[in-house]
């Protein structure tokens, strides 16, 4: 309940000024992040008025590694301790899902629902890349629902080619991560 954690949220607070940054992240990381990414590509979809609630339990987190309570320069102290925007958050599981379909890691009810685009009888240089992915026919409900089919394809297909060529599921998760961090925080 809410309660529980505003209660904890201020016991942390006590404290926060005897603890080094490096512990106050990893607080942070074990107590907030493990939370907010805890099958978070469900979350694809969800309202922006209710990121905006996750949002500020992150927002709150970087101010306590931080030690400042103020809310200004709140996206700066984020962009300090390379944290990714909840919604970022959201679209790094969707790739790393979508990445782990395509190699084969992925369970078979995913791995179903990914489709390499089939290239057109026109000669064009986009129809020939074979890692772009096939966009399901709009569906509203589909899509109010943020179902993964529908959000995954054109997410996969805005990230740069090199990325999607990664070798090593380690490399695509690196290189991802800052990709998104450069595009959540214009780089």
């Known amino acids: 309940s ?4 505003a209660e904890y949220g201020a016991n942390l607070w006590k404290i926060a000024n005897k ?4 512990l106050r992240i990893k607080l942070v990381n074990s107590l907030v992040h493990s939370r907010l990414d805890y099958c978070n590509s469900l979350l694809t979809g969800i309202s922006s008025k209710d990121i905006v609630k996750l949002q500020k339990v992150q927002n709150s987190a970087a101010r306590f590694v931080f030690g400042q309570r103020s809310w200004r320069g709140v996206t700066k102290l984020r962009e300090k301790l390379h944290f990714l925007p909840v919604r970022k ?9 979508v990445y782990k379909a395509l190699n084969g890691a992925a ?3 995913l791995c179903e629902l990914v489709q390499r685009r089939e290239p057109k009888s026109r000669n064009l240089r986009i129809d020939s890349d074979v890692t772009r992915l096939a966009t399901p026919a709009w569906n509203y409900v589909a899509t109010m ?3 993964f089919s529908v959000a995954a394809p054109p ?3 805005s990230l740069p080619i090199a990325l999607w060529e990664s070798p090593k599921l380690e490399t695509f ?7 998104l961090f450069w595009r959540a925080y214009d780089c």
Request: aromatic share 10%; charged share 20%.
């Open 155 to 157: 997410l996969w297909n």
């Open 107 to 109: 369970p078979s009810y």
């Open 173 to 179: 998760k690196d290189n991802l991560k800052t990709v």
């Open 2 to 5: 809410s309660g529980i954690n």
């Open 145 to 147: 629902n943020g179902a």
């Open 89 to 97: 958050r959201i679209e790094y599981k969707l790739c790393l899902m």
């Open 19 to 22: 603890l080094d940054i490096n």
